[in-house]
């Protein structure tokens, strides 16, 4: 099944232990992005992924990193979290990365709830 | 820079009754536009999107959407609501040139009463 796998789907960790949230596509997809939801904000974008090697930082970077060594991975990495960043978080992926290939359509994961005490 | 505006938090409807969850957007070009439905525990699933032409837009489990450039609108419309349509409703926009990254809207979350 085509799909975006995150990984935890919760945690409940605390402040500043850092932690990893993987994210997996397997649909060879060029673009990944990372989104966190918080009440009355909507989806706010943390970092993008055009391809292989290739990240940049979305509206909301700060106190987040990401890598993108494979196609198909796209870890969020929180190296000291706080509890700011208790949010939802969403990992999507598109076929291609946008410009010049027309309006792709993104696929989400199921999301990862995490929790910073 | 580009901009989403949902301007209802909640929006109730009784079955059967048509529905409408409203947004408005702001960019520097021409857009894309994309509505997306996020039920409870899940993520988000596509609904439609505008690209060029018609503006009106057929997508999933009957919903549409009307293309409005003068009024910069996306509204989300369906004729005849179900009980299961009650979700958490966003609207997205990229502009054409750019990369993938949609700007989301706050979200509008619909109620279908039985």
């Known amino acids: 099944e085509a799909q975006v796998t995150q990984n935890p789907r919760y945690l409940i960790t605390v402040t500043g232990k850092k932690l990893t949230v993987t994210c997996s596509q397997n649909?060879?997809?060029?673009?990944m992005s990372w989104y966190r939801q918080d009440p009355g904000l909507g989806l706010r974008q943390i970092y993008y992924?055009?391809?292989?090697?290739?990240?940049d930082k979305g509206d909301v970077p700060e106190g987040y990193k990401v890598s993108r060594k494979e196609k198909r991975n796209f870890p969020l990495i929180l190296e000291s979290p706080s509890p700011n960043q208790t949010s939802l978080y969403f990992c999507?992926?598109?076929?291609?990365?946008?410009?010049?290939?027309?309006?792709?359509?993104?696929?989400f994961g199921a999301g990862s709830r995490l929790t910073v005490l | 820079a580009q901009s989403v505006a949902q301007p209802e938090d909640q929006v109730n409807v009784a079955e059967g009754n048509p529905l409408t969850v409203k947004c408005t957007y702001s960019?520097?070009?021409?857009?894309?536009l994309f509505w997306y439905v996020q039920y409870p525990n899940r993520g988000l699933q596509f609904l439609l999107k505008?690209?060029?032409?018609?503006?009106l837009v057929k997508g999933s489990y009957g919903f549409e959407a009307e293309f409005n450039k003068s009024q910069t609108s996306f509204h989300l419309k369906k004729p005849s609501a179900l009980v299961s349509d009650s979700a958490l409703y966003f609207c997205?926009?990229?502009?054409?040139?750019?990369?993938?990254?949609?700007?989301f809207g706050t979200g509008t979350r619909l109620t279908v009463i039985p």
């Open positions: 649909m060879n997809h060029e673009y």
């Open positions: 505008y690209i060029t032409g018609d503006n």
């Open positions: 997205a926009v990229r502009v054409q040139t750019g990369a993938n990254n949609l700007f």
């Open positions: 960019v520097s070009g021409n857009p894309y």
């Open positions: 999507a992926s598109s076929l291609h990365s946008g410009r010049g290939s027309g309006a792709n359509v993104l696929t």
């Open positions: 992924s055009m391809n292989v090697e290739v990240t």
